[in-house]
């Protein structure tokens, strides 16, 4: 079975740091793309980045702070958030897609307050 998990958000001052985590299992890793996805509160699911062989930065607002990373070794993949602002709070999602569609984590939420 294939799983998706998410790790890392919480809350943070603006401007500060965080690196979410999402450990994948039940799949070959290193053939597929993976992608993190974020909804505001009230808001649609967004897709800000995507990697397969390079990064992709969907989000132009999140280009030059975050990073989209992966490690086929560990079945990883990873978003270093920096200078984190008022705009960027929301629950984060890890995606992969599949030949049915995009499958989902659950999410971890990232909170940006002062």
């Known amino acids: 079975q294939e799983q998706l998990v998410e790790s890392g958000g919480g809350l943070v001052q603006p401007g500060g740091s965080l690196r979410l985590s999402c450990a994948a299992s039940?799949?070959?890793?290193?053939?597929?793309?993976w992608g993190w996805y974020r909804q505001g509160l009230g808001k649609q699911r967004e897709l800000i980045a995507y990697v397969g062989n390079i990064p992709i930065y969907v989000d132009s607002f999140v280009k030059g702070r975050f990073v989209i990373s992966r490690d086929n070794a560990k079945n990883m993949v990873y978003l270093e958030m920096s200078d984190l602002k008022p705009e960027d709070p929301g629950v984060y999602y890890c995606?992969?897609?599949?030949?049915?569609?995009?499958?989902w984590g659950q999410g971890t939420q990232v909170t940006v307050s002062s």
């Open positions: 039940g799949m070959i890793f290193s053939r597929r793309t």
């Open positions: 995606i992969t897609a599949t030949e049915l569609g995009i499958q």
